[in-house]
């Protein structure tokens, strides 16, 4: 069954710092993940994509096939990142298109 | 505006009752999900349509129903509603799910937050 864990419901960090948002997934196939993010008052929007290989506001994210991982990894955190990030899987076959989504990680960077 | 919007933002009702959520997607887009954003599950996906056709499926009751018009825009209808049925619900609209092997950014709405008293 497809599963999404994200381990941190909070992060803080103070701003300057390295921030890394884990998330690990189970998946019996090869899954596209994702990375949304909502910032306070604001709808949901995609923050990156794995299969784009880019980097966002600085983010990044590499996935690690091995581990089941795709943990978000920003080197300096500025205030303005401050938000709920939500990691994502979206799968192939019949289950392509849906999005499946980890439980989220509150991002504050104190300045 | 030229993305996703939802109406109306806030709703509430009670028990027993019946709503209709109501979702217009980007323009272009074909597709369109609803999920359901509530404390103790998270975001849950809940169906898709596309182009006026049910494509998947997944947590969503038999309580629930959704359609999509012609138009494209897509209707959540929620009956005999239960406390725990009180959440944002949400809806992404993505250009398309037609066979194609990696999946389509979705854009989101604002979302419709249910209470239900």
């Known amino acids: 069954a497809q599963r999404v864990t994200q381990p941190e419901k909070l992060l803080s960090v103070f701003k300057g710092a390295p921030v890394e948002l884990k998330c690990n997934y189970s998946?019996?196939?090869?899954?596209?993940l994702f990375w949304y993010v909502q910032y306070s008052r604001q709808r949901l929007q995609l923050l990156l994509r794995h299969i784009s290989r880019e980097s966002i506001k600085g983010f990044t994210a590499d996935l690690n096939k091995g581990e089941t991982s795709f943990h978000l990894k920003k080197p300096f955190a500025q205030e303005e990142d401050s938000a709920m990030y939500y990691c994502a899987l979206s799968g192939r076959g019949s289950t392509l298109g849906r999005l499946y989504f980890g439980r989220g990680t509150q991002l504050t960077v104190w300045p | 505006d030229s993305g996703v919007t939802q109406t109306p933002k806030h709703l509430i009702t009670a028990t027993g009752q019946r709503v209709t959520l109501r979702c217009s997607p980007r323009?272009?887009?074909?597709?369109v999900y609803w999920y359901q954003q509530s404390l103790d599950q998270g975001l849950q996906f809940l169906i898709q349509?596309?182009?006026?056709?049910?494509?998947a499926k997944g947590n969503i009751l038999e309580r629930f129903s959704a359609q999509q018009f012609p138009d494209l825009h897509s209707e959540l209808n929620l009956s005999s509603l239960e406390l725990g049925d009180s959440a944002l619900y949400f809806c992404?609209?993505?250009?398309?799910?037609?066979?194609?092997?990696?999946?389509?950014?979705?854009?989101f709405g604002p979302g419709t937050r249910l209470t239900v008293l």
């Open positions: 992404a609209s993505s250009v398309g799910t037609s066979g194609r092997r990696v999946g389509n950014e979705q854009f």
């Open positions: 349509y596309y182009n006026g056709e049910e494509r």
């Open positions: 998946y019996s196939g090869s899954p596209e």
């Open positions: 323009s272009g887009d074909l597709s």
